[in-house]
């Protein structure tokens, strides 16, 4: 019980910390700003399928919005991890806390929940005003199941910010200053996110001379990317050869039920509930093994 009880204490420090940080705070307001933006023209152009086409469709709508979510979900959680554990360890605040009955893994547990409960607020309060203002603007009232896909599709960025949240978190414990992890963390991303699937393409078409071949091989590689199940969960798997998307397209396709659904992107979902508690348990053991004694 007291392990449990440091954990919170920790957390709660960890999230009024965040609350409290320029950084965040701008890049809260900076994402929740564009999200909004974005909420907006799509809520134009559902209108405009209602009063032009006769076709509202909301749900197609949302998902220009969860495409700019996901661009932003990842510096999200590099955000809050990138001097979460590198800063405590420059200030000696470490072994201030070291001094007292607490573990050194109620402290990396306690800063992952304060700093995952804080991406779940901000994707919370941002996605789900977004949806207000799209409800506004296109005139179209929402069914209880497409709120509850929207729902969904929050705790499923959620999952995929972790990823990111974890591996920050991890850099952050292994570098030995707070703009070090930052920029590690920051290629990290864009070549996770952006850089590695057009090498690959690239390397394949210099060698292959064929777009085919080059496409299947590219998607072949993305299979291993947190990006791909993520887009594959919230819009539906693209054919890379043709640009359309093959089968359920996503969590807003409510042509299929939500049966449907996670029975055709089950891989994808165990991918992105997974792998962030394999790097959550790797970013703890390399804390453990820190040697924070300066």
Not at 87 to 110: A, C, Q, W
Not at 146 to 172: D, G, H
């Amino acid at each position: 019980m007291e392990n449990i009880s440091n954990i919170k204490i920790i957390a709660q420090k960890e999230f009024a910390d965040h609350l409290k940080s320029p950084v965040f705070l701008s890049f809260t307001a900076t994402f929740t700003l564009v999200v909004l933006a974005w909420s907006y023209v799509q809520g134009m152009e559902v209108e405009y399928t209602l009063n032009v086409l006769g076709s509202p469709d909301l749900m197609r709508g949302f998902e220009g919005v969860a495409e700019v979510v996901g661009r932003f979900a990842p510096i999200m959680g590099i955000v809050l991890g990138f001097d979460a554990i590198v800063k405590e360890i420059k200030s000696s605040s470490l072994n201030v806390l070291l001094t007292h009955p607490v573990f050194r893994d109620n402290i990396i547990l306690g800063k992952i929940l304060g700093s995952g409960l804080c991406i779940l607020l901000v994707f919370f309060f941002s996605i789900n005003l977004a949806t207000g203002v799209m409800l506004m603007v296109s005139g179209i009232p929402a069914t209880m199941q497409q709120i509850t896909r929207i729902e969904i599709f929050i705790f499923l960025t959620f999952f995929y910010a972790l990823i990111f949240l974890a591996v920050s978190i991890m850099i952050s414990t292994i570098s030995e200053k707070s703009n070090t992890s930052l920029l590690f963390n920051l290629i990290f991303w864009l070549i996770i996110s952006v850089l590695l699937t057009e090498l690959i393409f690239t390397v394949s078409y210099t060698f292959s001379e064929d777009l085919y071949i080059a496409n299947e091989q590219t998607q072949i590689f993305e299979n291993f990317l947190p990006d791909y199940h993520y887009t594959a969960t919230a819009v539906g798997i693209t054919d890379v050869n043709t640009g359309i998307i093959s089968g359920i397209g996503g969590i807003f396709d409510t042509r299929y039920t939500l049966g449907n659904w996670a029975g055709e992107f089950w891989p994808n979902l165990t991918y992105l509930f997974v792998l962030p508690f394999i790097l959550l348990i790797g970013s703890v053991l390399a804390f453990l093994k820190k040697d924070i004694t300066y």
